[in-house]
C-alpha cells in the first residue's frame, strides 16, 4: 500500500511538438478507486502507461512513498496492469497463471500456495484453480487476469485498461460488482481507464475527466453530474448530455432566445454566457414555468425522452415513464435553479437563482 | 423492398449455428439484438451471401437469392473493425465501390454521389484527408459512406458502433437514425446493447443461440417479452429474475407473501417473477405496494442514477435503479416496494411467458 505522486508529468509523442497528456500534478490516495474517463485520444491510455512503466514520460517524475520510480522498468514497480483482453497463458491452468508472476520472482513454494489459495477465495476462483482459462466465460477470464496482478503481496495499485470492453453486457454487472467489492475488501488502489460513463462514475471514488491530453474536472460521480465545473463535464457526463443555450445576463437576469428563464445567483455576472441544464433539470411544471412545444417523445423502456422547443432551441428533457406529455403539446417546464449552470469560457461561473417561480406537478 | 428468409439454417463442423429462422426484414431499418455469440454476425454473413446457408431459402423481393453470390447480391456490409483502404483518400474510399460496380458510373455522377454521402455524413471538409489522419468516429463515418455508395438494396450494420466513444455513439446513433428512417433499402443494424435498440425504437429481433425468439417493436418487446431470455437481452440493468411459490391467492417474492391474482400463473406451484429495477422504490408509491427487504452488497452512484445490489433474504439477487444519489454502506438493510402491477412471469422450466405488467408506463 502506498501514496502515488505525478509531479509535474507530461507526454509528448513527438518531441514536444504535441502533447498527449499536459503538465499534470496529481496524488493517489491510498486505497482509493479512481477513473480515467474520456474520448479516445484524451490522454487517459497514456497516463495509465507512465504509471505502469510501459511509458517514460517526457517530463516530471512519478514518487511512490517518496521514492523517484521514473526510470524504473515496469517489472520493479509494484503496481499491476490489467489490459483490455485477459491476458493469460492458455496451455496452463488458472492455478499456473497465478503462480507465475510469484515463481518468476522465485517465491518459496509454500508462500506461492498460500498467495494462490487466498486470491483464488478472495476471487471466488476456488472451484476453477485447476482448468485451463480458455475454458472460462470471458468475464471470469478477466478475473484470473486480476488474480495474476493481485498475487503479489507488495502490489501498490492495479491499473485497469478498459477491462470490461469484451465482455457481454449482461456479465458487466456481476463482474463490475466483483471489482467493488474486492476493492472494499482489500483496500488496493485501483485506477481504471474507461471511454464508458456509467462504468467510471459507478466503480470510482473520484473520476478524472479528461478531453484533449488535460484533466478538466476532478470529483466523484455525483459532484460531475450535478456540479460541472466545465461545459465538458456537463456534455459528457449524462445520457443525453446537458443542453446548452446561448444567454444573456443584464443586471442579474438571465435571458436565453429572448425569454427570461431566471436570475443569475452571482449579481457581478454580466453579459454573453453559455446557459447549461441537464435532461433531467428540465422540469414539468402547473404554472409559472416557460412555455415549450414539445416537438417529439420516445419512451425508451425505463423512461422517456422528450424534445422541447423555446422560440428556434430544441433542448431535451427526460421524464419519468407515467409523465403524461405528448408531441403536439404547448406544456410548461421549469429549469431548476442551483442545477442550471451558467458557462463564461467553458468554465461555470454562477447558476440560476432560486426564486420561487414554477410550482413543481 | 423486403428480405426474408425462410427456415434458414446452418451448421458447420463445430455444430449448428443457425435454426430454422423465418423472419422478413421491410424497408427501412430492423434491428437485430442479441448478446455476443447469439449468432448475430453469423446470420448478416448469410445474409450477405458470404456463406450459404445449410438449408431454408432467402428472397429479395420476392425473387429467390439464396444461390446469388456476394458479388452479385445488391448487399453493403459495414462491420464492428471500421475497415478503409489507408492509402486513399476518403474521397477515394468513398467513391471505391462505384469505380468497380457494374453501372460503370460516370467520373461526374461518382463525384456528385461522393460529395452528397459526405455532405450527408459531417465529412465535406475531410474528403482529402486519409483514414489515419481522421479520429475514430469519422472513420467509421467513412466506412458507413462508402457502404452506402453503391445504393444497395440490403445494407447490413454489424455492431457498428461498438468500438466507438459513449459521446461518440450517442451522435452516430441518432445520425443513423435520421439518415436511414425514410430509407427505401433494407437497412440491418446488429446490437448487443439493450439500450441502444429501444434508442433506435425500430422494428427489433432478438437472437439468442442462433434462434430468432421474438420480433416486434423494441418497446412492445421490452413491455412485453414473450420469454424470460428477451427480456434479459432487452434489459440494462438487468432485469430481476426470483423464484415465486404460488397459490390460489397470491405469490411469494425475496421470502415476503403478497396477495395478487394468480390466474395467469396457470395452476403451477412454482413461477420466476421478473421485475425491471427501475419499478422498486425506497418509498411506498402506492397503497398496494407490496414491502420487502434486502441487504446492500454494493451501492453504486452515476450521479443521476443510484444502483442498489441487493441479497434477499433468499440468498437471491436484485437490484434496484433509483433516481438521484443514494450511497448506502454495504451490509445495510433497506426496505424497498414494489407494484404486482409492475411483475412479469416466466414459466420456471420453459422460460416462456406467463403474464406481463398490467400497468404499463404511458
Not at chain 2, 422478413?24 to 446470420?43: C, D, Q, S, Y
Not at chain 2, 492509402?87 to 474510399?93: E, I, T, W, Y
Amino acid at each position: 500500500m502506498a501514496k502515488i505522486e505525478l509531479v509535474d508529468i507530461a507526454h509528448s509523442y513527438d518531441g514536444g511538438e504535441t502533447f498527449a497528456l499536459k503538465k499534470l500534478n496529481m496524488t493517489w490516495e491510498d486505497g482509493k478507486a479512481y477513473a480515467l474517463l474520456g474520448p479516445s485520444g484524451c490522454g487517459k491510455t497514456t497516463l495509465l502507461n507512465i504509471m505502469s512503466g510501459l511509458i517514460r514520460p517526457s517530463e516530471g517524475k512519478i514518487l511512490v512513498d517518496g521514492v523517484d520510480i521514473t526510470d524504473k522498468p515496469t517489472e520493479e514497480r509494484n503496481i499491476a496492469q490489467v489490459f483490455q483482453f485477459p491476458v493469460l497463458y492458455d496451455t496452463m491452468t488458472v492455478r499456473k497463471n497465478l503462480e507465475f508472476p510469484l515463481k518468476n520472482r522465485k517465491v518459496p513454494a509454500e508462500k506461492i500456495n498460500e498467495r494462490v489459495a487466498h486470491i483464488a477465495d478472495l476471487l471466488d476462483l476456488t472451484d476453477d484453480l485447476d482448468v485451463r482459462p480458455g475454458k472460462l466465460r470471458s468475464d471470469l477470464q478477466q478475473i484470473v487476469s486480476l488474480g495474476r496482478g493481485l498475487v503479489r503481496e507488495d502490489v501498490a495499485a492495479i491499473l485497469f485498461d478498459e477491462p470490461l470492453t469484451v465482455i457481454d453486457q449482461s456479465f458487466k454487472w456481476t463482474l463490475r460488482n466483483r471489482l467493488k467489492r474486492l476493492h472494499l475488501k482489500t483496500g488496493v488502489t485501483l485506477v481504471y481507464v474507461t471511454h464508458d460513463q456509467t462504468e467510471a462514475l459507478t466503480f470510482a471514488d473520484d473520476v478524472l475527466l479528461m478531453r484533449d491530453g488535460e484533466v478538466v474536472q476532478v470529483g466523484s460521480a455525483e459532484d460531475l453530474f450535478l456540479n460541472p465545473s466545465h461545459e465538458f463535464s456537463g456534455y459528457f457526463i449524462g445520457s443525453p448530455g446537458m443542453n446548452f443555450m446561448e444567454a444573456t445576463v443584464t443586471d442579474g437576469v438571465v435571458e436565453a432566445h429572448g425569454v427570461a428563464v431566471g436570475k443569475a445567483t452571482d449579481s457581478s455576472l454580466s453579459g454573453p454566457h453559455r446557459l447549461g441544464v441537464r435532461p433531467e433539470f428540465v422540469e414539468p411544471v402547473s404554472r409559472g414555468g416557460l412555455d415549450f412545444s414539445v416537438t417529439k417523445v420516445e419512451n425508451r423502456g425505463g423512461f422517456q425522452l422528450a424534445q422541447l422547443k423555446l422560440a428556434d432551441q430544441t433542448i431535451m428533457a427526460k421524464l419519468a415513464p407515467d409523465v403524461a406529455i405528448a408531441e403536439g403539446d404547448t406544456q410548461q417546464f421549469r429549469f431548476v435553479p442551483e442545477k442550471t449552470y451558467l458557462f463564461k469560457d467553458e468554465r461555470a461561473v454562477g447558476a440560476l437563482k432560486s426564486t420561487q417561480s414554477g410550482v413543481q406537478k | 423492398m423486403s428480405l426474408q428468409l425462410r427456415d434458414v439454417s446452418l451448421s458447420d463442423q463445430s455444430g449448428d449455428l443457425l435454426y430454422n429462422i423465418s423472419s422478413t426484414f421491410e424497408k427501412g431499418m430492423n434491428v437485430l439484438v442479441g448478446p455476443t455469440l447469439a449468432g448475430k454476425t453469423t446470420l448478416m454473413r448469410v445474409m450477405a451471401g458470404l456463406v450459404a446457408p445449410s438449408s431454408g431459402e432467402i428472397f429479395l423481393n420476392g425473387e429467390d437469392i439464396t444461390k446469388t453470390t456476394v458479388r452479385d447480391r445488391s448487399v453493403s456490409f459495414v462491420y464492428q473493425q471500421f475497415i478503409n483502404y489507408p492509402a486513399m483518400s476518403v474521397f477515394d474510399n468513398i467513391a471505391s465501390p462505384l469505380k468497380v460496380s457494374p453501372e460503370k458510373p460516370s467520373k461526374e455522377a461518382i463525384r456528385e454521389r461522393v460529395e452528397e454521402l459526405a455532405e450527408l455524413l459531417g465529412l465535406t471538409p475531410l474528403l482529402k484527408r486519409r483514414p489515419s489522419q481522421l479520429s475514430g468516429g469519422q472513420q467509421q463515418r467513412v466506412a458507413i459512406a462508402r457502404a452506402l455508395a453503391r445504393k444497395s438494396d440490403v445494407v447490413l450494420l454489424d455492431e457498428p458502433l461498438a468500438n466507438l466513444d459513449y459521446k461518440l455513439r450517442e451522435q452516430l446513433r441518432d445520425e443513423l437514425q435520421s439518415l436511414f428512417s425514410g430509407a427505401d433499402n433494407v437497412v440491418i443494424y446488429s446490437t448487443a446493447e439493450p439500450a441502444e435498440a429501444l434508442d433506435f425504437g425500430a422494428r427489433t429481433f432478438v437472437l439468442s443461440e442462433g434462434r430468432v425468439i421474438q420480433e416486434g417493436p423494441a418497446l412492445g418487446l421490452y413491455e412485453h417479452p414473450s420469454s424470460v431470455e428477451v427480456a434479459r437481452v432487452l434489459s440494462d440493468p438487468p432485469i430481476n429474475i426470483v423464484r415465486s411459490s404460488q397459490s390460489a391467492s397470491g405469490g411469494t417474492f425475496g421470502g415476503v407473501s403478497f396477495s395478487y391474482d394468480t390466474s395467469a400463473s396457470k395452476g403451477q406451484s412454482e413461477i420466476h417473477l421478473g421485475l425491471q429495477p427501475h419499478r422498486i422504490h425506497l418509498d411506498r408509491q402506492d397503497k398496494t405496494d407490496v414491502e420487502f427487504t434486502g441487504v446492500v452488497e454494493l451501492a453504486e452512484v452515476t450521479g443521476s442514477e443510484t444502483y442498489l445490489h441487493l441479497t434477499l433474504p433468499t440468498g437471491e439477487y436484485a437490484v434496484v435503479e433509483l433516481d438521484g444519489a443514494y450511497p448506502v454502506d454495504p451490509d445495510t438493510t433497506v426496505t424497498a416496494y414494489f407494484n404486482p402491477a409492475d411483475l412479469h412471469g416466466f414459466d420456471v422450466n420453459s422460460g416462456a411467458a406467463l403474464f406481463a405488467p398490467s400497468r404499463r408506463g404511458k
